[in-house]
């Protein structure tokens, strides 16, 4: 029998629940934590986070943040008792200090960690347009090849380079899901950001090197990459595991919800025949076990759910409720009929 998932106790609106995934953040943000301490002071720590669809990468990215801005501030504080103490959010968006405005957070609050998510790098709806395939580009949004992994590289490179009294903050695009766009220079990572936690679909991509013609005549060379360059300017990819059926639910019903998909037959019909073929490249070319030095299985956790999916939850179980007693009262007019026919058959009076 399999050993019981480890719990930790989250408070959740008030009240201290288990929370198996809360336990996994709390272990991580301490070995993130002691890693951050052996770094001088020009060097950032950078995490990916990486997971197919569904996986639940965003919300863990965010909640690992929290934990390591929270640790950090208590640290601060025993420094600068006299400092001003301000709760640290929880929220991707206020965590990053982004509101489409190029607004840095809060320094009175410091942040020592920042999360990236891949969501800007997206192609714009006009590029997609102007590829040759652009039918297929606009249905496959999401794939790895309607994201821009040159510009992705380009700012993992920015992020990597030692940080100097002359460093300054390096923008990132955000994604608009109003407009259904990228927003330039809207996530700020100021140079007092030590931990970028960068998440998203193809932060573990590691596409094998394709041959192609070297300086040398006749000869071939390998040439990775921008996703696997970008890896390998990481200090450590993790990877949020999900079994595929799981996934699959998850993003259909989200689809669904959002109005990407006129039913939920065919939410569940577009993410096989998308998000999971994207979900099978990723797990195709993840790096090597050196690199990939986390695996984090993502379990449902009710204490990490919005009040909007747990009113979801409940109606689906209300639901699964009545079909259940409608099976039953089915069962019993179908036992009565046939005890009805067996006493016609033996005659007995009604």
């Known amino acids: 029998m399999a050993e019981p998932a480890e719990t930790t106790k989250l408070a959740v609106e008030g009240v201290q629940v288990d929370s198996p995934m809360e336990a996994q953040v709390q272990k991580l943000a301490e070995k993130v934590w002691n890693k951050y301490q052996a770094l001088d002071e020009?060097?950032?720590?950078?995490?990916?986070?990486?997971?197919?669809?569904?996986?639940?990468?965003t919300t863990f990215a965010a909640s690992l943040a929290y934990h390591l801005n929270q640790r950090y501030q208590d640290e601060y504080h025993k420094k600068y008792p006299n400092a001003p103490l301000q709760p640290v959010s929880r929220n991707r968006a206020l965590s990053n200090g982004s509101n489409h405005g190029r607004t840095i957070a809060d320094t009175s609050s410091p942040q020592i960690a920042r999360v990236l998510p891949m969501d800007g790098f997206h192609f714009t709806r006009a590029q997609l347009s102007a590829m040759p395939n652009s039918e297929e580009a606009h249905y496959r949004r999401g794939a790895a090849f309607t994201f821009d992994g040159d510009a992705y590289l380009k700012l993992?490179?920015?992020?990597?380079?030692?940080?100097?009294?002359?460093?300054?903050?390096?923008?990132?695009?955000?994604f608009d899901h109003a407009t259904k766009d990228p927003v330039n220079d809207d996530?700020?990572?100021?140079?007092?950001?030590?931990?970028?936690?960068?998440?998203?679909?193809?932060?573990?991509?590691?596409y094998p090197p394709p041959l192609t013609e070297s300086s040398e005549p006749g000869t071939k060379a390998a040439v990775p990459s921008s996703w696997s360059e970008a890896c390998v300017l990481m200090d450590e990819i993790w990877l949020i595991?999900?079994?595929?059926?799981?996934?699959?639910?998850?993003?259909?019903?989200?689809?669904?919800?959002?109005?990407?998909?006129?039913?939920?037959?065919?939410?569940?019909?577009?993410?096989?025949?998308n998000d999971m073929k994207n979900a099978r490249e990723i797990l195709d070319n993840l790096p090597p076990d050196?690199?990939?030095?986390?695996?984090?299985?993502?379990?449902?956790?009710?204490?990490?759910?919005?009040?909007e999916q747990k009113v979801t939850l409940e109606n689906e179980q209300q639901q699964r409720d009545e079909k259940g007693h409608e099976s039953t009262l089915q069962r019993i007019r179908l036992n009565r009929m046939g005890s009805i026919a067996e006493m016609a058959e033996a005659g007995v009076g009604m």
């Open 187 to 206: 996530i700020a990572i100021p140079p007092s950001a030590r931990i970028v936690i960068v998440e998203g679909l193809y932060t573990a991509l590691s």
């Open 241 to 273: 595991q999900v079994p595929i059926p799981v996934a699959t639910e998850r993003v259909a019903k989200r689809n669904f919800k959002a109005g990407l998909s006129p039913s939920l037959e065919a939410a569940v019909e577009r993410t096989l025949n």
């Open 42 to 57: 020009s060097q950032r720590y950078l995490l990916a986070i990486a997971g197919i669809p569904g996986s639940g990468k």
């Open 290 to 307: 050196d690199k990939l030095t986390e695996r984090i299985e993502s379990v449902a956790d009710e204490a990490w759910m919005t009040e």
């Open 156 to 174: 993992v490179e920015k992020l990597r380079k030692p940080i100097e009294p002359t460093t300054r903050t390096v923008w990132a695009p955000s």
